[in-house]
């Protein structure tokens, strides 16, 4: 055990009836690093995705995540998903994009900072009377907003409908609203899918900016290949649910197994590969 | 000269005008009546003709001014306008009467003319604005300042409800009526919060109204405790009610949550009925306290040593104060409601009601409770439906079972829909709308549903989402400084 991990992942199984989507998968993600996880079509990387946040239950396996501010350590296979972006703070992004779209754009991010303003408004009480703590609270939730939507380049569309915005400013907007709930381990489902070069070229800075500044580990899934090589420090990945490779960058881009599972192992194939 | 659009639009015109005849033949081309006792089976051919006849013009002139036709259309409409209008005069001038002269056939009936009539100037008006807009495309229009407008209609709507028992002309009646209109605007506005904020369809919301009537009554009868009381008691009961019904049906949404939720209306309606040791089952309870101005009765007698609301203020004894503090009762409730609603959306809570109906999957990835969130918005709900209940319950003086059925929870959920989810003027105009004007125009009550029906439909063609569906972001950032 890697005691300066963030996330200890051991023995990942998941089976679906008679299907085993994830076999035995094991990884950790250090504090403050760029993990990604990658696999051709079908390998099981949304489901490790959807065990670490709780919306599957593993049918094998353990899911520690070690707080770096509180010690505190959690068990992220045991909890409900609300509580593990509660609690935990492992927060997530969708495949399929999912921003609440007839609400605004720093509505979003306040409903993302719901559980803290909550506190704030005495579970409404306090809100309803318009108590000062609540009203600070609330001028501060609106500046960690505002500070995100200028991250992300949103700033003009910060007052209109998530539902209205084109698709890579939603892409950005998932990213801004995960941040503002708070999180230590990011998670981003194929943030880039759809994005065009030079838009998922901003998305490795933002990526980048993320980790460097605010000291926050990302869990990335990702199919672009030249993203993934660029931004990450560590790479899993996954094949028919199982581990096939891990390490940096250049370890993994080099393993025969790797280049097997994404190119076939003809020969035909490996002639393609070298090209 | 002839127009080249002629072919398409007369082809159309006939294919209509064919199966409107098909359809409306056995209808209305046949008259079944009893003579002594044999059936027989008259015609009324010439009526049937007639109604082929105005359904082939009004779609012919419907489809040219849709097609952006002015002259012929207008024309056209006008003829029709001017041929219903005769023939309505005719009616009414008693000519028609003479039913022995041959012409007579020819004089269609009351309701064709209105039709007609109404048909015409409909098409005129289309095709006036093609006419005055000239043949170029829509322009775009400035969007409107929708949160201005809503605000200051808001205001009229309230200053009108707040002056309108002191207007001259007002009887006992239309208090009677608005009294009824706003005991279903505080309903819709409270089921707002659980249709329109949370998006939780709740087909049951009746059962919530039940419980506020059923409390009151039962604490008023057996305690004797007086309204002021009874009311906040009534809230937390209905809250505590909505709270036990949310729970089985947390895991529930959309179609299904719908089903369940009108099966636990419908149980609440029939315990309240068979219950008979605890509610007095279909008998209902009776004489329940009526409302006091602040322990001044309103009565022509006081009992011994109290004082009644006239001696109070030295005026004649009149039954229409009572009828006018009701009214002022639930209107102050009801703006209640209305300002609990508003405050609310802009709390956490409530954008958490609103994201939750957006997305509840998202919701969860942002750590909000689903649960907490949802049973907050059917407790909340239900409490105002058991304020309403309790006003309801000290209003009539009664309560039974037969109030508390399904089509009330039907005419809310069309109120709330009607008016446009998440809407408070909306959800106000179709109160008005949908109580008000079937209560106020009860002589044509035969063609209440027939208008019901009719209005459903003109609103899923024009506005689907609702009356009013502009939504103003609950928060907005704060002006940026202007750059040097």
Not at chain 1, 81 to 87: A, E, G
Not at chain 1, 167 to 182: F, K, N, T, V
Not at chain 1, 201 to 226: A, C, F, W
Not at chain 2, 453 to 465: E, K, N, Q
């Amino acid at each position: 055990m890697n005691p300066a991990a963030l996330l200890e992942v051991e023995h990942l199984t998941m089976r679906f009836g008679g299907l085993v989507a994830v076999d035995d998968v094991s990884f950790s993600v250090a504090q403050g690093a760029i993990h990604a996880l990658i696999g051709p079509n079908g390998a099981g990387k949304t489901t490790v995705f959807n065990c670490l946040t709780g919306f599957y239950k593993p049918s094998v396996g353990r899911i520690t995540l070690n707080s770096p501010e509180s010690q505190a350590t959690f068990l992220l296979e045991q909890m409900d998903d609300f509580r593990i972006v509660r609690d935990a703070r492992v927060v997530r992004t969708f495949q399929n994009i999912r921003t609440f779209p007839k609400m605004s754009v720093l509505e979003n991010l306040m409903v993302a900072q719901h559980n803290h303003l909550m506190r704030a408004s005495g579970w409404t009480f306090l809100g309803l009377i318009g108590a000062p703590s609540f009203l600070d609270a609330e001028a501060a939730s609106v500046e960690r907003a505002e500070y995100w939507i200028d991250r992300t380049g949103l700033a003009e569309y910060a007052d209109s409908e998530a539902g209205a915005l084109p698709y890579g400013e939603q892409r950005r907007l998932e990213i801004a609203r995960a941040m503002c709930c708070d999180p230590v381990l990011l998670c981003l489902d194929e943030p880039a899918a759809g994005l065009n070069p030079s838009e998922t070229e901003q998305l490795s800075e933002l990526i980048g900016y993320i980790r460097d500044h605010h000291h926050i580990s990302v869990l990335l899934i990702e199919h672009d290949m030249s993203m993934v090589m660029g931004v990450s420090d560590h790479i899993v990945v996954l094949d028919y649910g199982q581990k096939i490779a891990e390490g940096t960058p250049e370890e993994v881009r080099n393993d025969p197994a790797v280049v097997q599972a994404y190119l076939g192992s003809d020969d035909d194939d490996d002639a393609d590969a070298s090209t | 000269m002839r127009p080249p659009f002629a072919a398409p639009l007369l082809r159309d015109a006939v294919l209509v005008a064919g199966i409107a005849g098909v359809l409306a033949f056995p209808f209305v081309g046949l008259l079944l009546t009893t003579q002594g006792t044999a059936p027989t089976l008259s015609t009324r051919f010439p009526e049937f003709a007639g109604a082929v006849v105005l359904i082939f013009f009004g779609r012919l002139g419907i489809s040219a001014a849709r097609r952006g036709h002015s002259l012929f259309p207008i024309v056209l409409g006008v003829a029709m306008a001017t041929v219903g209008a005769f023939s309505l005069l005719f009616e009414t001038a008693g000519m028609a009467a003479d039913s022995a002269a041959p012409w007579h056939a020819f004089v269609p009936g009351t309701f064709l003319a209105t039709v007609a009539s109404a048909g015409g100037v409909a098409i005129v008006v289309v095709a006036g604005r093609n006419y005055l807009l000239g043949d170029s495309e829509p322009v775009a229009r400035k969007p409107l300042p929708m949160k201005q407008l809503l605000l200051w209609t808001g205001v009229a709507l309230a200053g009108v409800a707040i002056v309108l028992p002191l207007l001259p002309a007002v009887d006992r009646r239309l208090i009677d009526v608005a009294t009824l209109v706003l005991t279903y605007v505080m309903l819709g506005w409270g089921l707002n919060i659980v249709v329109g904020l949370a998006g939780l369809l709740d087909l049951g919301y009746v059962a919530f109204y039940a419980v506020g009537a059923y409390s009151y009554a039962l604490l008023s009868v057996t305690f004797g405790w007086s309204f002021w009381v009874c009311l906040p008691l009534a809230g937390a009961l209905a809250a505590l009610f909505g709270i036990l019904l949310g729970f089985p049906v947390l895991r529930l949404r959309g179609d299904y949550l719908a089903i369940v939720t009108l099966g636990f209306g419908e149980m609440i309606r029939i315990i309240l009925l068979n219950w008979y040791d605890f509610t007095n089952g279909p008998d209902g309870i009776s004489n329940i306290g009526r409302p006091s101005f602040f322990g001044f009765q309103f009565a022509s007698k006081p009992a011994e040593g109290t004082e009644s609301f006239h001696t109070l203020f030295g005026i004649a004894y009149d039954p229409v104060h009572r009828l006018i503090f009701l009214y002022y009762l639930i209107l102050a409730l009801a703006l209640l409601t209305n300002a609990f609603t508003l405050r609310i959306r802009r709390l956490p809570v409530g954008r958490a009601w609103e994201a939750l109906r957006e997305d509840e999957i998202a919701c969860r990835s942002l750590g909000v409770n689903p649960r907490n969130t949802k049973l907050s918005a059917f407790a909340i709900g239900a409490m105002f439906a058991g304020f309403a209940g309790s006003f309801f319950a000290t209003r009539q003086g009664f309560v039974s079972p037969e109030s508390f059925t399904f089509i009330e929870s039907a005419i809310l959920v069309a109120i709330v829909v009607l008016g446009g989810m998440g809407s408070q003027i909306g959800v106000a105009v179709a109160a008005i709308i949908l109580v008000g004007l079937p209560e106020y125009f009860r002589e044509l009550q035969e063609y209440r549903m027939l208008a019901f029906g009719m209005g459903m439909v003109l609103i899923m063609l024009w506005r689907p989402g609702g009356l009013l569906t502009h939504r103003e972001p609950t928060i907005r950032t704060r002006p940026q400084p202007a750059s040097p």
